[in-house]
C-alpha cells in the first residue's frame, strides 16, 4: 500500500431530478431544506452512506474492505472479535492494538473514523476524509404528490373499503436540484490510519458511480456532475481551503427556474492558483 503524502480538497457537484436526494425524518421525509435561504441541504452522514454502499458492492467485503456501518450490523460484535485477535490478546496497550485491527479490517473506519468504544474499548478514530454539508445552488422547491396503490395490506383494511382496495401516499420530489459539496483529507491522519493512495482511489471511483448503484424510486435521477481535486505538494498544505474552493464558480445561465445541468456553468480560476497547489477535474 502506497502511503498518502499530499493533503487534498475537493468539491463535489452532484443533482437531483425529480426525486428527494435527501429526506428529513423531522419533517415528513420531505427533502432538507435551509430554512433562512430555501436552499436545499443533503447530509455528510447521507453521502458517506452511498460510499460505504458502493465500496461493499464493489469489493464484496474482501479483506481490508470491510464496512463497518451498514445495514443490520451490531458494532460490538465487530469491536470484540478485534480483542480475539492474536496481535491485540498479545499487546500491552490492547485498546491502541484493537484500533490498529478494525483500521486494516473496515474500510470505513480508516476512511471516516469512528467511535469504537461502545463494547471492549478500541478507542476512537479520527478519519482522513471529512465532508461537508451539500448545499443547492439556488431555492430548491420540494413537492409534494399523491400517490395511489391499488391494493390494501389486510383483510380488515378491505373491509373498511368495501372491496376497492385502495390506499392513498404521499410521495416529495425536488423538481432540480444542483448540489455542491466540500471535502478535505488529511496526509497527516491518513497516515494514522493506514488510509492509502489505493484507498483513495476507491473513494474518488466511489464518488463517481455510487448513485448508479443506489438507485431508487424516491431518489429519482441523481448524478455526479463535477469532481474537482486540489492537490497540494505538502502534507500540510499551501493554502486555506476555502481560498482553493472560491476558485469554483457555479452559476445558472437560464432565465427561469432550471431543470438540467446544462442550464449551469462551472468556472474555474486555474490562473490564481496558488504556487504548491495543482488541480485536476476527476469529473
Not at 443533503?42 to 465500496?55: A, E, G, Q, S, W
Not at 390494501?152 to 376497492?164: F, L, N, P, R
Not at 466540500?182 to 494514522?192: D, T
Amino acid at each position: 500500500m502506497s502511503e498518502l503524502k499530499n493533503r487534498i480538497d475537493f468539491v463535489y457537484i452532484f443533482d437531483v431530478q425529480d426525486g428527494n436526494p435527501n429526506g428529513d425524518p423531522d419533517a415528513g421525509n420531505l427533502p432538507r431544506v435551509d430554512a433562512e435561504t430555501g436552499m436545499g441541504l443533503v447530509t455528510d452522514v447521507c453521502l458517506k452512506r452511498k460510499v460505504r454502499n458502493y465500496v461493499q458492492v464493489a469489493k464484496d467485503c474482501a479483506e481490508g474492505y470491510d464496512i463497518f456501518i451498514k445495514e443490520k450490523a451490531v458494532l460490538n460484535k465487530s469491536i470484540d472479535a478485534a480483542h480475539d485477535d492474536e496481535s491485540v490478546k498479545n499487546a500491552t496497550d490492547k485498546t491502541s492494538a484493537a484500533r490498529d485491527v478494525m483500521c486494516r479490517k473496515f474500510f470505513d473506519i480508516r476512511t471516516f473514523g469512528a467511535v469504537m468504544s461502545t463494547g471492549k474499548n478500541a478507542g476512537q478514530v479520527r478519519g482522513p476524509i471529512q465532508l461537508t454539508f451539500a448545499r443547492s445552488v439556488d431555492p430548491i422547491a420540494a413537492m409534494e404528490h399523491s400517490i395511489t396503490r391499488m391494493a390494501v395490506a389486510t383483510e380488515k383494511e378491505a373491509e373498511k373499503q368495501g372491496g376497492d382496495n385502495r390506499t392513498m401516499g404521499r410521495k416529495a420530489t425536488v423538481p432540480y436540484g444542483l448540489y455542491v459539496c466540500h471535502g478535505f483529507i488529511s496526509a497527516n491522519l491518513a497516515k494514522q490510519t493506514g488510509f492509502s493512495e489505493e484507498d483513495l482511489a476507491l473513494f474518488w471511483d466511489a464518488l463517481k458511480n455510487m448513485f448508479d448503484v443506489d438507485r431508487s424510486a424516491a431518489r429519482g435521477l441523481m448524478s455526479a456532475q463535477k469532481l474537482i481535486v486540489f492537490k497540494h505538494d505538502s502534507v500540510l498544505g499551501n493554502a486555506p481551503a476555502n481560498k482553493l474552493f472560491d476558485l469554483v464558480t457555479v452559476e445558472k445561465k437560464c432565465e427561469g427556474a432550471p431543470r438540467a445541468f446544462s442550464d449551469y456553468t462551472v468556472t474555474i480560476s486555474k490562473d490564481a492558483l496558488p504556487a504548491g497547489v495543482t488541480i485536476e477535474e476527476l469529473i
